[in-house]
């Protein structure tokens, strides 16, 4: 089976696609660089996993993409998304199967990773307000009665919420704080990268 590699190969190719829009936005708040780390990560990532003998299992990928974006991105988000993989790798068990419940554990274990090692909490303005919305709707209250490709088109329309949100508050963490108030009516860049990156999972499982 292909699939989660094609998966990957999806998501690596949004990002890459997008490093000049990623940079742009990252000049407004910070050093412009947003684009180049995570498309630098993803093309070390997309070899890394062409590299590994079985991809059958979601495990031992997402650890290899965590390891790979710790391993090659500078920056901040490259070692936070790197441990947000990880933290995925980790709570993936031997059951593969793609479910409600499966999504909500791993992007649970992710956000609690990257919120150990970064220290943010919603509304700072970075990658976890696009996240932590996302995970929301996972969650058993949100999902009564709901099929996986329901939660999945909701969770993309709260991506996209989280983006804008973004741009209407101040940073309070990373680069951008040094910024602060000026920092709001832009977008996060990591807010923008994870939208990207969880909307071109969506349109390849969708497929
Ligand atoms: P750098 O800021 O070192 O240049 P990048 O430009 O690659 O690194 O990444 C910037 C992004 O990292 C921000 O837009 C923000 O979303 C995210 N970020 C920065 N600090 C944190 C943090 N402490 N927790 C979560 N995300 C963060
Ligand atoms: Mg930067």
Known sequence: MTRIKDALDAVAAAIIAQ?????????????????????????????????????????????????????????????LYGTGFLKAAQACDDDTSMN????????????????????????????????????????PENTEGK?????????SHAAKAGVDYTKTIAAKKGRASLVGERSIGYEDPGAVSSMLMYRALYAFLKK
């Open 147 to 155: 099929s996986l490709f329901a939660v999945l088109e909701e969770a």
């Open 100 to 139: 409600i419940k499966s999504f909500e554990k791993l992007l649970g274990a992710a956000i609690n990773g990257i919120q150990a090692r970064g220290r943010a909490e919603k509304g700072d303005k970075t990658m976890l307000d696009v996240l932590i919305p996302i995970h929301q709707c996972f969650q």
């Open 19 to 79: 490093k000049d829009y990623l940079c742009s936005l990252d000049a407004k708040t910070g050093d412009g660089d947003h684009g180049l780390n995570m498309a630098r990560g993803f093309s070390a990532v997309r070899d890394a996993v062409d590299e590994m003998a079985d991809t059958t299992k979601p495990g031992p990928v997402l650890e290899t993409i965590g390891q790979t974006l710790i391993e090659n991105v500078g920056g901040a988000a490259g070692p």
